[in-house]
């Protein structure tokens, strides 16, 4: 059984959107969990672990008016560059936060896949992600798609790299190649354009998020740090998102 997600704790609701209003697909750097914890004189893990309650506000808040999926970035693949303890921190965190949430994810009908790549990346992280797959493989409500060692540019020339595979095998030909067959190399699973991109912490750039998918994407940069952000917050960027005029080149 499927249940509602339940209401934010201040009993917000949220706003009147028309169904075009609302993006399918929300991209989300969660930035700002160091800088929230320095300004409080704690260790910046303490940060990361004030970010978890954020992300599944927000998710329950997605559902709350329709997002059918949501990316999450929680590891870049340059985010190996930063201290041991930060590294070896984060690869544990994000183990324990899939398998701490995927019952609560599964209940809400949440299908949850892994988007990035096995270099590197922890076993036990992969493990519980794939663990999280089978679990909500059925499900429907909305895709969380958790990007964990994910890079653009690793992600794109990763699919050069199979599709060229292919052409050399004789499995493709070389003027059968375009957008739409280059786009299946990107993700064993498809991933839709992304409509809405949000940033949080204040910062004006992307960070090898997704940028194939986000070519067409509206940008939404949100000056709070991901450990305050709940799904209020994401509320006031769709509010932003509902004023674009979006035109995909045509006029
Ligand atoms: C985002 O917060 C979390 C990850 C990148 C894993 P940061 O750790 O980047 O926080 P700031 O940007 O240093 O404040
Ligand atoms: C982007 O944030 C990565 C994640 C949120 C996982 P970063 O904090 O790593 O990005 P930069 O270094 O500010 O560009
Ligand atoms: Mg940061």
Redesign the pocket.
Known sequence: MIRKPKPHRSGALPPNFSKSQIPNHLAL???GNGRWAQERGLPRTAGHEAGEAALFDVIEGAIEVGIREVSA????T??WRRSPEEVKFLMGFNRDVIRRRRDEMNELGVRIRWVGRPKRLWKSVITELEEAEKLTAENSVLTLNMCVNYGGRAEIVDAATALATDVKRGKLKLDSINEKVFARYLNEQKMSDVDLFLRSSG?L?T?N?LPWQSVYAEMVFMDVLWPDVDRRVLWRALEEYAKRERRFGGV
């Open positions: 750097v969660m930035d970035f929680a590891f870049s340059e985010n910062e750039r960070s998020f």
